[in-house]
């Protein structure tokens, strides 16, 4: 893709500050942190979202995504840990390059990262069950 600005970054010709990079992906400093050490997996072949991406290289991002949470959390000493993965202008994605939010959290750091809990009836819970296992 290229016109993609994260094709770019994740191969090196837009420089980036990288904390980790392996053949399949190169880990960044987000540039507009949640917190301190905010950071984005981004595999180094150009996949839309989750629904693109193969299930090997999948397991691969998430792997990365893990080992990265216990160096970061070991580093900087936060106190918590959001894994965060948008698909679609919906669910809040702006750059159409599966990417994977690492973000550390520190007690008090303002942020919130979540949603306004619903209260679906039983009937609806086993409505919406149903519809997915059917
Ligand atoms: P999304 O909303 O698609 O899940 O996340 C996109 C993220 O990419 C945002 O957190 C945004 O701050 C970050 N971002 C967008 N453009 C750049 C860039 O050029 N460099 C870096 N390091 N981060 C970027
Ligand atoms: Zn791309």
Same mark, same amino acid.
């Given at each position: 893709?290229?016109?993609?600005? !994260?094709? #770019? ?8 500050r990288? %904390? *980790?990079?392996?053949d ?13 050490? *905010? ?6 072949? *150009?996949?839309?979202n %989750?629904?693109?991406l ?7 991002? !998430? ?25 679609g ?6 750059? !159409? *390059? !599966?990417?994977?939010h690492?973000?550390?959290?520190? #007690?008090?750091?303002?942020? #919130? ?8 009836s ?13």
């Open positions: 893709m290229s016109d993609c600005i !994260f094709c #770019k970054i994740a191969n090196g010709e837009i420089p980036s990288t %904390i *980790h990079e392996d399949f992906c190169r880990v960044i400093l987000d540039l507009g942190p949640a917190a301190r050490g *905010h950071a984005l997996v981004l595999p180094k072949e *150009h996949y839309a %989750i629904y693109e193969p299930e090997d290289k999948t397991a691969q991002a !998430f792997v990365v995504a893990r080992k990265m949470a216990s160096r970061m959390t070991e580093k900087l000493g936060c106190d918590g840990f959001n894994i965060v993965q948008n698909n202008e919906t669910a809040g994605q702006t750059v !159409f *390059h !599966f990417h994977i690492l973000i550390p959290r520190y #007690k008090d750091d303002g942020q #919130k990262i979540g949603w306004n809990p619903g209260s679906p039983d009937e609806e819970l086993d409505e919406t069950a149903r519809i997915i296992n059917g």
